[in-house]
């Protein structure tokens, strides 16, 4: 299995950053994806910003040139920069890796950190 452990939140003006960070540990095969949604109060969770192994980032159009995501694979660990934030970016952030565990490819989630942007 893998826990994810989130740290970085908390409440900033608008304009303003912050910067997220997600660890990984547990018994697993490896990481296929690493990356970080969010929920909204009365929202659905969306995807914020996603870092496969192999293959592309996916960024969300409303935070794209404001939000970069990087991991550290020897780590394992993925960070979420926050920049120009905006009162509708308050949300709880989850940090979600798909990891492959003994076969299967399962996806595991944080429990979340509440960002909070003020105007």
């Known amino acids: 299995q893998v826990q994810l452990v989130e740290s970085g939140g908390g409440l900033v003006q608008a304009g303003g950053s912050l910067r997220l960070s997600c660890t990984a540990s547990g018994s697993f095969d490896s990481i296929e994806l690493m990356g970080w949604y969010r929920q909204a109060p009365g929202s659905q969770r969306e995807l914020v910003a996603s870092?496969?192994?192999?293959?592309?980032?996916n960024v969300a159009d409303s935070v794209k040139g404001r939000f970069t995501i990087s991991r550290d694979n020897l780590k394992n660990t993925v960070d979420l920069q926050m920049n120009s934030l905006k009162p509708e970016d308050t949300a709880v952030y989850y940090c979600?890796?798909?990891?492959?565990?003994?076969?299967?490819?399962?996806?595991?989630w944080g429990k979340g950190t509440l960002v909070t942007v003020s105007s």
């Open positions: 979600s890796v798909i990891a492959r565990v003994r076969g299967p490819v399962l996806r595991f």
């Open positions: 870092l496969p192994t192999v293959g592309t980032t």
